[in-house]
């Protein structure tokens, strides 16, 4: 399903959900996330990266570890990629309204290629996020019910190394974004998205801006270690643009001119 759907659905005027476009394809890492969603229903939703969106499905029981446990996932719209770092409430009323909870995050790498599987209907991947790893299958039921044109799918992990026995959805409950659970996701809804911008709201944490605009910024690898920087006592607080300027740099470590 296009990302025009889910734009379409969405309220971006009072959804604090990012709005994004599609975009190419990129040599990088494609990422996965499963987002547990208090909506109407409790589910888990499952997305994975594909031609810079966020192919979807809901899994109403979420995903299992135990290798033959067949969950059902029914494919949704596609998602903006921004939306896998989206952690929060979405307002009531509102299309997905409820909370949301990063429940996985990772990368994942198609078996086949990823086109051709998708449109057969049998994804085979592999999966390396904190929870879930390993080889899965993603399997299109045939000849089964359809939900108002959306097809219904299976979630199987594969037989290996990183499959458990145990309920992995009862065992893990905490975001791996930040240790909370629903319930303080949802507790500090308001606090976080509360009303500033039209689009973003709330005391939130601002948005971090593109790196590659900060002055001597340059890609580069993720350091091993940063060097201590001697501190200097100062009679005032540096103006905005300064402090904010430091904070991206620290913030992404791409910059090898700050030394
Ligand atoms: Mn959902």
């Given amino acids: ?3 025009e759907e889910y734009q379409r659905k969405g309220n971006f005027r009072r959804t604090p959900e990012p709005r994004g476009r599609a975009r190419g394809k990129r040599p990088r890492a494609l990422q996965f996330v499963v987002q547990k969603h208090a909506a109407r229903r409790l589910h888990y939703d499952f997305r994975l990266e594909l031609d810079g969106v966020l192919k979807s499905w809901a899994v109403p029981k979420g995903p299992s570890l135990v290798p033959g446990d067949r969950r059902m996932a029914v494919e949704t719209e596609d998602h903006p990629l921004e939306y896998a770092a989206f952690e929060g409430v979405i307002p009531k009323g509102e299309y997905g309204g409820g909370t949301v909870l990063v429940w996985d995050r990772g990368t994942w790498e198609p078996l086949d290629d990823p086109h051709t599987a998708l449109a057969k209907g049998d994804l085979s991947f592999r999966l390396a996020g904190d929870k879930l790893r390993g080889r899965w299958h993603l399997v ?8 108002r044109g959306r097809a219904h799918w299976l979630l199987i992990k594969s037989r290996d190394a990183e499959a458990r026995s145990d309920d992995v959805t009862e065992r893990e409950t905490a975001s791996v974004l930040t240790g909370r659970d629903l319930d303080e996701i ?4 308001d606090r976080v998205w509360s009303s500033r911008s ?3 709201d709330g005391p939130a944490i601002p948005p971090p801006g593109d790196p590659s605009a900060v ?6 690898a993720l350091p091993r270690r940063i060097e201590f ?7 005032d607080a540096p103006a905005d643009g300064e402090w904010l300027h430091e904070i991206k ?3 992404y470590l791409s910059h090898t001119a700050h030394r």
């Fill in 198 to 200: 039209g689009e973003r």
């Fill in 215 to 220: 002055t001597g910024a340059r890609r580069a």
């Fill in 1 to 3: 399903m296009a990302l």
């Fill in 140 to 147: 299109r039921m045939r000849g089964k019910p359809r939900d």
């Fill in 186 to 189: 949802a507790r500090a809804g």
């Fill in 249 to 251: 740099l620290i913030r």
């Fill in 229 to 235: 920087q001697l501190a200097t006592l100062v009679d």
